[in-house]
């Protein structure tokens, strides 16, 4: 499975962006899919997740009401709309997928087996 990022760039603080997560190599329908970032000199975090048996979503505490990861499993693509982004949300964002994540695990890195290469969002103040 190969995973492309798309969709960051730079934003005024107050805007919105929707990144866009592409999958090729096989379908990821019936796979947990997720997004982190990584802030410079940060670990990577957990943002969004979606499990595989879906509609349920998990969302990082401080990011709940902000951001919505969604999926459109005819063009095998994973979303993230922000909306009301601030200068902190300034990262590398990276997608992950996987075929057998658990739900107690979507937050976690080490539950996904394959990731993207990532896209830079910069918000500016």
């Known amino acids: 499975v190969q995973l492309q990022a798309s969709g960051g760039g730079l934003v005024q603080a107050g805007g919105s962006l929707r990144l866009a997560c592409a999958a090729s190599?096989?379908?990821?329908?019936?796979?947990?899919v997720s997004w982190f970032r990584q802030a410079p000199g940060k670990e990577r975090m957990f943002v969004a997740a979606?499990?595989?048996?879906?509609?349920?979503?998990d969302y990082a505490d401080s990011l709940k009401g902000r951001f919505t990861i969604s999926r459109d499993n005819a063009k095998n693509t994973v979303y993230l709309q922000m909306n009301s982004l601030r200068p902190e949300d300034t990262a590398v964002y990276y997608c992950?997928?996987?075929?057998?994540?658990?739900?107690?695990?979507?937050?976690?890195?080490?539950?996904?087996?394959?990731w993207g290469q990532g896209t830079l969002v910069t918000v500016s103040s």
């Open positions: 992950a997928v996987g075929p057998s994540v658990i739900r107690s695990n979507l937050a976690s890195r080490g539950a996904y087996a394959y």
């Open positions: 190599g096989r379908t990821i329908s019936n796979w947990s």
């Open positions: 979606m499990h595989r048996n879906g509609p349920g979503t």
